[in-house]
């Protein structure tokens, strides 16, 4: 391994770093279902599943229960748009009591803010995300590729988490049903949109197995529910149930076990929608964030392993044979879906909690709750960028963007092309390719600020020399490309271009005031302020 003389002391570092703070607690104020038991402090140490989770958004003042009856068919989806589109001081979790026609509760919302988002992944802020990763990768020397930084960060987690934990008995599997006993109509599975094909699971974590290499695979892909005991699994070309699908094809098998946990504890929910290099678990990747192993139990129809503490299992198989036409769905993106084969998955059994609750996501025109799991994943990844690019000082993708059509980067500029080089080496990296359009700006530009970056990069770019427009892969929803999977993109070099660039003119410094002044007018500020508000 490279850098294997600073392996121990990296692990070290990453271990310290993963030390979970406390976070103050607020009194009780929940009503119905009691998820309000008194907490010690450290308390998100504590969390295992979803119920544990939901203590802690009660005492943290985060969760609203909704009593009045609503219907899984729109109406829950309509309630979350607008809590997500509302007030800040309104956007909660969802806890909808009463669903009717179903003794189930279910849960949305859950991580549609930066504290819920980053309680979930055992942090205060999501910025401390960025810093607990960060601190360890800054021993290695010098930069690495991307499948290099993958397997050096594998093995750091694997150094200091142990695997995932397998139980023979687990809460999860509380009820069993089998077989015919097994029917998807239980469930509340809600139906976002008018327009939507039918009712979709939104939230799942699906497991699968590499047919050649037995490696497990979690994504976060939606399924559409034909009838009661089947399933469409939309799985994009690009993601790694897609990768097993093919494997298996390519070996001739026709079937592949899979498995669908719905709930347990909220990293490994999140871990599931991550982008991680392809040789880390990402199983093993929630064991870090929750500072301990992920409990496991074996599914009791397929050869695989689910969390211990989910709410819901399906467990089945995906007959690669059985393609059937899949949407519309209203996607992430603001736009339905439009219809495409996917395959079947057939059920095989369907285990569950004492009283489960079903958790899912609402997806819509943005921002909407995935917006606030991408800046997570934001956060935790940009240490893993450096590793390649060493000169990126920040990423933000706006919940305009939709994660895959805008990327807003800042360098540190030390020589000329860089900007370019920074935008090709983008789209090089792992599901970084798909972006349709890269903006790179100078270090002192707060990306996380869209109309900074919009002044200055209208005021610095010249249209001829500092585009650059290409064909590559895209998203598979990217609707506008003219083929599936494969569109036009376009990288913007907004830096301060240098004589070796080509520009012989003077650059021009932003306009500042003076240090001095600004605070001698802050010391007047308080007495302006009063003329101002009379």
Known sequence: MRNSAKAAETSNALSGTSQLTEIPLQPSRGKGRDFT???????????????????????????????????PELEIAEVTDRVCKGPSELNKALFFERVSGYRIPVLTNL???????????????LEELEERLEKPLRLLEGPVGIVEGGRILTEFLRSMVPRPKLLRHAPCQREIFRGKEADLSVLPILKGWPEDGGRFITLPQVVTRDPETGKRNVGMYRLQVVDERTLLVHWQRHKGGAHHAKEASRKGINKIPCAVALGGDPAAIWAASAPLPPSLDEYTFASWLRGSSLEMVPCVS???EVPAHAEIVIEGYVDLEDLRDEGPFGDHTGFYTPKEPFPAMHLTAITMRRDPLYPATVMGIPPMEDFFMGQATERLFLPLLRLVLPEIRDLYMPPEGVFHNLVLVSIRKTFPGQGRKVIHGLWGLGMMSLA??????????????????????????????DVIITEGPVDQLDHPSPFPCFGGKIGIDATRKLPEEGHVRPWPKPVRMSREVREEVDRKWPEILEALRK
Do not use: C, H
């Open 302 to 304: 397929q050869p695989l």
């Open 37 to 71: 038991r008194r907490r010690k402090p450290g308390y998100t140490k504590g969390v295992k599943d979803l119920r544990d989770f939901l203590e802690v958004l009660e005492q943290e003042g985060e969760l609203a229960r909704i009593s009045v009856a609503v219907s």
């Open 436 to 465: 349709k359009a890269i903006v790179v700006v100078d270090d002192e530009v707060d990306v996380r600020n869209p109309r900074e970056v919009a002044w200055y990069t209208l005021g610095n770019v010249d249209w001829k020399r």
């Open 111 to 125: 991580f549609g803010s930066p504290k819920r988002m980053a309680l979930a992944l055992r942090a205060r802020t």
